[in-house]
């Protein structure tokens, strides 16, 4: 008797541990950004990637298009797939793409972009990545879909043809 | 790309001779004659092609192919050779590589040089050593392919954490990992000795060159990494109960105690249970702990992607090796007839015994005070951090009775013994304690525990000094080990004894006066180097003897990525370390200082060494003591 219940004692208590690292598992995220989506878009401020210029949020999102914003950066893996998406994405009419430039230099930025193209009507160059934490963001890629200054839409990770053809489906 | 694709296509040819070789060796079993060569030259060609794939990835840093993802993650056109290649393992999918190779190099040397033992008990090694291949080639290729494509190919590379760019670092992960990643030979013919029930001395004989080898390798790695932390990341400590750090003494700790039973396994086959259950642990604790920080469920410097999928996988995989360990273990495993109450109470066996019990103590404390977050945070949704206090206050006590068996054990005979030369114990033991009082006393701090403390860990280096002596060189490797690791606490206890700090902020040309030291910030340089631009601080500290030291600390600006790193200035003397770190203030034309004046370091690392040392010599020994 006492030989058979050793095993079975031991067995659960591994089962137990694995169930406990299981779930463990599952939360590692550490820091849970506050943004929402259908709340109004915070105001920032932020550098021009082009000229320099400090520019204020309302500046950016000030017609009544649809805008996405999309955190990008040149080191970044995914945004290399995801970036003809955005370059398919730009010729739609009702909508303009707006890029933060997440962490990165700009002379790499720049390279990506000649290699790639640009999709970005325009882009908020984010060296220290403070612009980011404002919006919110968990990482690179990561986009939101605005319309009169709130956000309709939040999407973590890169795009694809299937939320791409989401984000069409709400533009029309 | 030609690389990466030669790379990529010999990890899978590696993968189906794991499956050939497991067809051949179950096949096989019943009758197994002739198949000895054939295995043999299988298990090299496996190595090999892992030996190839390895060869392609340090190729491919060298000569910084960005189109292969892990080296554009981890690599620069700016980096020093040197860290060109030294990124391979740097990083988590080169450093599974670097596993994988271990794995595969220690069943080739297994089969190459294990000739007297039963060809089936071979085999099922073999199967099972396959078996936890197969799951790290499943892992490798699957999760964390080091040679992924990135099309279109980028123009340059992300660059390697500067803070890993340091000589320690760049040979501490493959001299950890053969001793990390070793114990898996001794997990798998552990199991296959408890299948064929030829768990005995001959087995333990044969075994204990392996484990022998994995501890000094693992001892050696631990080391470098606590060099690297002390030199580096210039918090000014060697050791910190990072949970990564405790990944490592878990299974030290698991081998350690499997080094001793296992020479009582081998001179009186009892221990046997002791013995099979701690290679199963020793192996499950590394993989345990390769979970642990890779998975990202808890945050350690070694947390190189926090990717649930690969924690998942490693989590089941390790969950099933247990599964299958405690299988064998529970139903194949008889326990010898002459059981531990047939020992005498005053005998070798005993004070192995009482040592097991202590050790695995300490491996609760580490293991409790490691997981025991997650465990938190599963049910309440709460982060803590276990920190040093934590340790300390449950591992110190039991510190004191733990040196004083280890002085008294070896001392010990096998089955039934007398306490020999008993005026000279005692004696020792009055003088460690007078000369830890007075030397205590000088330090008027927690006086009592602080004296029992010195004194029994200055017992243990008396008595193992005076063995050094008297003994004719019989048991030699035991003995240098215990020296060295009296000489370990005894560095650790008065670094931390007397150990002096300043915090201060200054400016250039400014002077800090205290009681003891005068600190002079004489002036600042710049450097311009290939991947960083240092700003150097130039120091003169003066001590109350008049001796005047120049310290210069540096700030560290990597362009690839980009971050600042602190390097501390460490003058090393025979007797005492003298550190000094600046950092930067945000906006502010002064620097943080920090000045410490830490006793004994170089000792440190000086009986470690010594530790590992003892263990070399007993692989090189033919016989243990009679």
Partial sequence: ?????????????????????????????????????????????GNLFDSNEVTNSSNLFNTDKFYLLNIWSSWCVPCRKEHVLLMNLRKNKKLEVIGI?????????????????NPYKKIIFDKEGINAIEWGAYGVPESFLIKDGIIIKRYIGPLNKKLTKEIKSIIK | ????????????????????????????????????????????????????????????????????????NNSHTTKPLFYKIAGTWGNHEGSLLLWLLVLTLFIFIFFL?????????????????QIIIIGFFLFLIETSNPFNYIYPMPEEGMGLNPILQDPALAIHPPILYLGYVGSSIIFSSALAATYLNIVSNVWASHIKKWIVV??????????????????????????????????????????????????????????????????????????????????????SVHTFANDPERGLFILVFLFSL???????FFFFHKSSQNNLNSFFWLSKETSIIINNWFMMYFLSVVLIGTIYPIFLDVLSSQKISVGPPFYHKLIIPFLIPFLIAMAIGPKLKWIKSNIVDKVYLILLLIISIVLSFLIVKKFDFNLLLNTILVSSALYLFFITLREFFIKKYSNISQNIAHFGFSLLILSILFNNLFSSEIITNLKVGETFTSSKTKIVFKSINQKKEKNYKSIIANFSIEN?????????????????????????????TLLSDKFIVINIVQNQDYFNVRYQVKPFMLWIWLSVILISFGGLISFFKKEYEK
Wanted: hydrophobic residues 50%.
């Fill in chain 1, 1 to 45: 008797m006492k030989n058979k219940l050793l095993p079975i004692f031991i067995t659960s208590i591994f089962i137990i541990v694995f169930i406990f690292f299981y779930r463990g598992l599952q939360n590692t995220n550490i820091y849970i950004p506050e943004i929402k989506i259908n709340n109004k878009i915070p105001s920032f401020k």
């Fill in chain 1, 101 to 117: 430039n997440y962490k990165d230099t700009k002379i790499n930025a720049e390279n990506f972009l000649a290699e790639l193209g």
């Fill in chain 2, 1 to 72: 790309m030609f690389y990466s694709s030669i790379g990529h296509y010999s990890l899978i040819l590696g993968l189906c001779i794991s499956l050939i070789l497991i067809y051949f060796s179950v096949k096989n079993f019943k009758n197994s004659t002739i198949l000895n060569t054939k295995i043999l030259s299988f298990t090299f060609l496996q190595f090999f092609l892992v030996v190839i794939s390895f060869i392609c990835l340090i190729i491919s840093f060298v000569l910084s192919d960005f189109s292969n993802e892990t080296v554009f």
């Fill in chain 2, 113 to 129: 040089k294990t000739k007297n033992q039963p060809l089936k008990y071979k085999l099922l090694t073999l199967i099972f050593q």
């Fill in chain 2, 214 to 299: 994995s501890w000094v390798f693992l001892t050696l790695g631990i080391l470098l990494g606590s060099i690297w932390a002390y030199y580096e990341l210039g918090w000014g400590g060697f050791w910190f109960w990072d949970p990564v750090e405790n990944v490592s003494l878990m299974p030290w700790l698991a081998l350690t105690t499997l080094l001793h039973c296992i020479l009582v396994l081998e001179k009186k086959q009892v221990l046997t249970s002791w013995v099979i259950i701690l290679s199963i642990s020793t192996f499950t604790l590394s993989m345990c702990g390769t979970f642990l920080v890779r998975s990202g469920i808890l945050n």
């Fill in chain 2, 322 to 328: 247990i599964c299958v360990s405690l299988f064998i």
């Fill in chain 2, 544 to 572: 109350l003897d008049g001796i005047i030291d120049n310290l210069s600390p540096e700030l560290r600006i990597y362009n690839q990525p980009n971050i600042v790193t602190s390097e501390a200035d460490i003058k090393t």
